[in-house]
């Protein structure tokens, strides 16, 4: 009897109509012989909610009080889903994350999952429950409730979905998959059938909202087969028809001559530059920039240091604007006068936009189209990133949307056949 890991998101679990949808969807499933395990996350908003009231009492709520917060949401979601699934007759169990337990480190807002013990979800689904799980979160070694961070309930899933040994881990979202680029901006894009977990791994980390990169990740590093679908469709659907529907995230490589070079266009408007101008060139300075910042767990995007003139350079790169300012405070106190630096400046008015794609192994040409296409639309490049299957640049964000629109375009992606 094969096992499968159904994850919802807020949009699917954003009302009690919508969470009945969703028992139905796992009863369907359920009637049909599989083993069922969910992991839905806060109904829609109730995050934001929780976080707000905590800002109302604290302007920076305590971390670990913020997690406690923070975790209730699941835990309504889930509960609200098992009495649905009772109510249709299914037996039903719900679990917060501590009581499987999902085991964490103790980096509260954005902790990481060490491990799982299945034995207890092994053994109601071996009594042929259906066993719910709160995404998002789990305990640390001293007990204390964590959370994973915004997105965590996906890397939840595809985690359980590993632990478990599932046959397949089906991400429900209110989109039917992965598309060439976000539909909302480019109402051309093609949703891709399938998307190697290379392909989605860098997608994922440039912006697209479709999957967390952890649960990327993570379904890479266990060979999770995983699934993106949406759950906006009736949940009376075929079974087998909805098991094919949505994007699949493959482990093959495709490299026939047909594979296109690009897969998708990617963009992320969550970026923020700063430039620490004229410091020292010598051995070590990016270390002395960048190691106080990732000491305060702050991650770093994309990095250039500019020619050396005079034995002085500049030194930029990007965070997320969410630790903007933290990163700011962390080099006005520990980095500008250790190293003599000239000034600390910033730029919250900048986005990144990718193209990614495994073809372009396989490809010439890339760089210079994608460049190309910039320059005749008039949009300057301020700092490139390059991997093996994707260019990123960052750009002024007010030509986000013109340059997503023009890379589309360019790359043939507007008649892709996905």
Not at 235 to 262: C, H, N, R, V, Y
Not at 324 to 348: E, F, M, N, P
Not at 396 to 418: I, N, T, W
Request: charged fraction near 25%.
């Amino acid at each position: 009897m094969s096992l499968i890991v159904h994850k919802y998101g807020g949009t699917s679990m954003g009302s009690t109509e919508r969470i009945k949808n969703v028992a139905k969807r796992v009863a369907k499933w359920h009637a049909a012989g599989r083993r069922m395990v969910v992991v839905p996350s806060a109904m829609a908003g109730e995050t934001n909610r929780l976080i707000g009231l905590a800002r109302e009492i604290q302007e920076q709520p305590d971390a670990r009080e913020l997690d406690m917060i923070a975790a209730t949401g699941e835990q309504v979601s889930v509960g609200l889903l098992a009495m649905a699934l009772k109510s249709l007759g299914v037996d039903a169990v719900s679990y917060a994350g501590w009581q499987v337990p999902v085991r964490t480190d103790a980096a509260y807002t954005k902790a990481r999952i060490e491990s799982i013990d299945a034995s207890r979800v092994n053994a109601d689904l071996a009594a042929g429950r259906v066993v719910i799980v709160t995404g998002f979160q789990g305990v640390d070694p001293e007990g204390n409730i964590t959370t994973l961070g915004r997105g965590g309930s996906d890397t939840s899933a595809v985690a359980m979905a590993a632990a478990l040994g599932a046959d397949e881990c089906l991400i429900y979202t209110d989109v039917d998959g992965v598309y060439t680029t976000d539909p909302r901006i480019v109402p051309e894009a093609c949703r891709l059938e399938k998307v190697t977990v290379e392909e989605m791994l860098e997608m994922a980390s440039l912006g697209s909202k479709v999957l967390q990169i952890r649960a990327v990740e993570f379904a890479g590093k266990y060979k999770v087969r995983t699934r993106v679908l949406s759950s906006l469709t009736s949940p009376d659907i075929p079974l087998d028809e909805e098991a094919q529907s949505g994007t699949l995230i493959t482990f093959e490589e495709d490299q026939s001559m047909e594979k296109a070079a690009i897969s998708g266009i990617a963009f992320n408007r969550d970026e923020a530059k700063i430039t620490v101008s004229r410091v020292p060139d010598r051995p070590g300075i990016a270390y002395q920039i960048l190691g106080p910042v990732a000491d305060a767990n702050i991650d770093v995007d994309m990095i250039i240091q500019n020619a050396s003139e005079a034995g002085m350079t500049d030194f930029s790169f990007t965070v997320h604007r969410n630790e903007y300012q933290k990163a700011l405070a962390v080099l006005d106190a520990r980095v500008k006068d250790a190293i003599q630096a000239g000034a600390i400046t910033g730029d919250l008015k900048i986005a990144k936009v990718s193209v990614v794609g495994m073809g372009m192994r396989s490809h010439v040409g890339i760089a210079s189209l994608m460049f190309r296409t910039l320059s005749e639309e008039g949009i300057n490049i301020q700092m490139i990133s390059t991997s093996e299957i994707k260019i990123s640049v960052i750009i002024e964000d007010k030509y986000m949307e013109l340059a997503v629109r023009a890379l589309h375009k360019s790359f043939g992606l507007d008649h892709q056949d996905a």
